[in-house]
């Protein structure tokens, strides 16, 4: 499949940057990350999206907790926030003593119950010159330690279904990476998962049920589905725009949202909103 974003459904618009987008409990979830504000929506119905929690500064990735309790990758704070089905929010881990840089996407392992969560490693907005970034792994009772170093700006992460392989982006690296996860949450095994074509710039993603990894490409605007050795089996162009992360759901799994927005950087995004989220139908569903 090689098609264009004019294809698709919107579903969100008016945003400035839709980020951490996931399939939960019959709802579309996102951050709208330049406002630190988590929504949901039923894309099925007329209804309007659910703000659902508000982190200080921006907000990225998003996961549940084995206990239900939404987790939030507060950003600017260096902490993943908490949130309980009554809405009251806490400081679930505090990465603020070991980490300078933003924190970046977050990825729960459902076996385990462990978070990974990458930072940038250096200060991207303020233009300082790029370093490689951590990869940390939170324990169910909130301490951390760190899984991984050397990463070129970590990114969105996925657990290959049926494995204990954790799969990270690395956005200015260009990569897909691998590692091997231990029982102690530990990773090993460190590999290169897929060589990206050239000026692809992976961001968020979504993993299928074939284990195809969907990765969004934000400098080049476009959405390509993956396989391990760097195979491109699908496209979905998205000329002039950031395409910033997908999510996989809908009733039968088969429905790919689209985020993208006009920038990623806040001060243009806080003019324009023109973020959004829209609909593609796939032929492989997610897990």
Same mark, same amino acid.
């Given at each position: 499949m090689h098609t264009t974003l004019d294809s698709s459904t919107d579903v969100v618009s008016g945003i400035r940057f839709p980020e951490g987008n996931r399939w939960y409990g019959g709802r579309l979830w996102y951050s709208d990350m330049h406002t630190g504000e988590v929504f949901s929506i039923d894309p099925d119905s007329n209804g309007a999206p659910r703000l659902e929690a508000t982190v200080p500064g921006q907000s990225s990735g998003l996961g549940w907790l084995e206990d239900g309790r939404l /987790? /939030?990758?507060a950003m600017e704070s260096r902490t993943l926030v908490s949130v309980d089905a009554d809405g009251t929010s806490g400081v679930f881990a505090d990465l603020s003593t070991v980490e300078s840089s933003l924190l970046n996407d977050l990825v729960v392992d459902a076996v385990s119950g462990r978070t990974y969560v990458g930072a940038f490693g250096y200060d991207l907005y303020g233009g300082e010159e790029l370093r490689p970034g951590p990869l940390y792994v939170i324990e169910p009772d909130g301490s951390f330690r760190l899984a991984a170093d050397g990463l070129v700006f970590p990114n969105s992460a996925n657990v290959l279904p049926g494995t204990r392989t954790l799969v990270v982006s690395e956005t200015w690296g260009g990569r897909l990476t691998a590692f091997d996860i231990e029982a102690d949450g530990s990773l090993t095994? %460190? %590999? +290169?998962? @897929? @060589?990206? *074509? +050239?000026?692809?710039? *992976?961001?968020g993603s979504t993993v299928d049920s074939e284990g195809a990894i969907w990765v969004c490409s934000v400098d080049s605007g476009e959405f390509l589905r993956v396989l391990e050795g760097g195979t491109v089996t699908d496209r979905i162009d998205a000329p002039g725009r950031c395409a910033i992360d997908c999510a996989l759901g809908g009733a039968d799994g088969r429905t790919l949202y689209l985020a993208t927005a006009d920038s990623y950087d806040p001060a243009t995004t806080a003019r324009t909103h023109d973020g959004r989220i829209s609909a593609v139908r796939v032929s492989v569903p997610g897990t």
């Open positions: /987790i /939030i990758s095994g %460190r %590999r +290169e998962w @897929a @060589a990206l *074509p +050239e000026g692809v710039t *992976p961001d």
